[in-house]
């Protein structure tokens, strides 16, 4: 893979790129059991469509709430509906555990003077919960929430946010997503991209074109010529 030339910030979508959303319901396989993947699947499609249903109604609350309404539709309709089940999920939602090559890759892209931001729909107390439950904070220069905003990805308004945060051109940002659609979006907006494909998804039939597909983001560094 050719690297991209140019490159002075890797921006990376959190939930999914960053962080592994799966690790919450992992967390309570003694109250789930084989339910386990069915409540992380339904859970995070839920999220998702509460995003861009209420971006496009223009009812814009936080991730937070977001994550909650998307729970409590998801464990009822597997017949799950129990307080401390949803107390214990949530709970470990705020500070869901990083893949394991995060760490090591961000050390290696400041290393090389490349600057690394998080910009991501979690609201701001989710992502610093996050960020501080994995020993990440002096691995990044920002962490950007849409909260700044008022609207969800793949609104260009967040792309744009995030070029006026860090001082950026498009064109000099390398942005990383293990989700398809916000690698497209992020890719016609003008950025480029590399599309973290954890979890085997087809590509999609949007405007826009990642640069790259990897399947971790342990390549990254060596795309943006940081060795």
């Not at 959190?14 to 386990?36: H, I, M, S």
């Not at 599309?195 to 943006?224: F, I, M």
């Amino acid at each position: 893979m050719a690297p991209l030339p140019g490159i002075r910030a890797c921006v990376f979508d959190a939930y999914g790129t960053v962080f592994d959303f799966a690790a919450a319901a992992r967390g309570c396989t003694d109250a789930l059991g084989a339910q386990a993947p069915a409540l992380t699947a339904l859970w995070r499609d839920k999220q998702l469509q509460y995003t861009w249903l209420r971006s496009m109604q223009g009812r814009y609350v936080d991730l937070w709430q977001i994550t909650g309404d998307s729970l409590d539709y998801a464990l009822e309709t597997l017949g799950l509906a129990e307080p401390a089940l949803r107390a214990r999920l949530m709970d470990l939602y705020r500070t869901l555990a990083v893949f394991p090559e995060i760490p090591d890759m961000l050390r290696r892209l400041r290393a090389a003077g490349i600057r690394t931001a998080i910009l991501s729909n979690g609201s701001p107390a989710m992502l610093a919960s996050a960020v501080a439950g994995n020993h990440l904070a002096e691995l990044l220069d920002a962490v950007i929430s849409v909260d700044e905003v008022g609207v969800f990805k793949p609104d260009p308004r967040v792309y744009q946010h995030a070029l006026d945060r860090l001082e950026v051109a498009a064109t000099e940002v390398s942005f990383q997503s293990s989700n398809a659609w916000d690698a497209w979006a992020a890719s016609a907006f003008g950025m480029r991209v590399v599309w973290c494909n954890r979890y085997a998804q087809k590509p999609e039939r949007l405007p826009g074109r990642p640069d790259h597909e990897v399947t971790s983001l342990a390549a990254l560094p060596a795309l943006v010529g940081a060795g």
